[in-house]
């Protein structure tokens, strides 16, 4: 589709543009922006090693400035207050890093968890950044969990449930202490581990916790399950999640995940839940909250990554080639044709975005971006 100067700023103001629309020179060029941030990302070396690195735009081009290996694949990026960024082992992984690529390239420092533990990939903090949650999987149980870590030692401190089955993605409240985890719904074999393809239906859903207030910041804190949001699809299973603020609703990236890889169909790829203001919602009555974006076939039933927008949701989908707009109630708005895209960005108050596809610029460092990216503030 031809898009307008006004649709290219709002994409590409940060530089970071597949190929197929723009590049970052010519982005940074043509609006004569220079970005306020790098970029921290994970990818795979030679011979199945796998690194982290931090990526300076300087003179039109993405440079690497720092990296370090890592034991295996990554997921999940966070930069924490202190300019260290919380690297997730993708699932089924054991470790996390926390790596200051400021201080001395070699200071990392690493938490592995117990045998018979699995993490899935994503991690987040909470209560003042003092604490660390992570999805996990018990493997010999299938059961879905939140581990609770100090962020000083990054050992595990205390165990929660997770409302469901293959949590994956943990968002939290802007405003309030609620976090949202995303039960992807599939099964996790003990020996065989994670069954894509089983003929038993998914358990999808979504489980909201209120955060228990501590007025002693050393106390360890406590997850409540307050309410639980089903999907009403049998191989739909929610991955990442956004929350739309001025809105108040929390968007959902949906994979379909079927028997064999058999072909899902038109089947939507957004969630939208609308979340209540208080809790004067009764809990058990979820279906009216939740609605689904339109099947749109060039998704390929798959979206790799969501954020929210000012008027809606962006969401990736690196099978289709696409990322795609969507406004609050479920429409598409506009899609663009892109190289495998995955990864979303939003950047300050919501109103640039960006993706990280085939970029050029890294292209030709010869590396392949993996799942997600995170923005480091200059």
């Not at 203001?277 to 279906?287: L, R």
Request: with cysteine.
């Amino acid at each position: 589709m031809e898009i307008s100067r006004r649709k290219l700023f709002y994409i590409l103001l940060a530089g970071i543009a597949s190929k197929s629309i723009l590049d970052a020179s010519i982005a940074a060029k043509y609006f004569s922006v220079e970005l306020p941030f790098g970029l921290i990302i994970t990818w795979r070396a030679a011979a199945d090693k796998y690194q982290v690195g931090m990526f300076e735009f300087v003179t039109n081009k993405w440079l690497l400035r720092k990296s370090i290996p890592l034991p295996s694949r990554a997921h999940q990026l966070t930069v924490l207050p202190d300019r260290s960024i919380l690297i997730t082992a993708r699932r089924p992984g054991d470790w996390l890093f926390r790596w200051w690529p400021e201080r001395s390239q070699h200071e990392v420092q690493e938490g592995w968890l117990e045998s018979g533990l699995q993490y899935n990939g994503h991690s987040m903090t909470v209560c003042d950044h003092r604490w660390i949650l992570s999805s996990a999987t018990e493997k010999i149980s299938d059961s879905g969990l939140l581990i609770l870590h100090s962020t000083n030692t990054l050992q595990p401190v205390k165990l929660f449930d997770s409302g469901g089955k293959d949590p994956h993605d943990i968002m939290i409240h802007p405003q309030q202490p609620i976090i949202w985890v995303a039960n992807g719904g599939v099964h996790t074999h003990p020996d065989l581990g994670r069954q894509s393809y089983s003929e038993q239906a998914l358990h999808a859903s979504i489980a909201q916790f209120d955060i228990d207030s501590i007025e002693n910041s050393a106390a360890i804190p406590h997850f409540s399950l307050s309410n639980i949001f089903y999907l009403n699809h049998a191989w739909l299973s929610p991955r990442h999640l956004s929350f739309q603020q001025y809105s108040h609703k929390l968007g959902v990236a949906l994979q379909c995940l079927t028997p064999r890889n058999r072909v899902c169909g038109d089947v939507p790829t957004l969630a939208i839940i609308s979340i209540p203001a208080s809790e004067s919602h009764d809990q058990g009555d979820t279906a009216d909250l939740i609605h689904y974006g339109q099947a749109e076939p060039d998704m390929l039933g798959y979206a790799g990554d969501i954020t929210a927008t000012r008027s809606g949701f962006l969401l990736s989908s690196p099978r289709g080639n696409v990322i795609s707009e969507w406004s609050l109630d479920g429409r598409l708005q506009y899609r663009i044709t892109a190289d495998k895209p995955c990864g979303l960005l939003s950047y300050g108050s919501g109103q640039f975005h960006y993706y990280k596809g085939a970029l050029l610029s890294i292209s030709k460092l010869h590396i392949n971006p993996d799942n997600h990216i995170a923005s480091f503030p200059y």
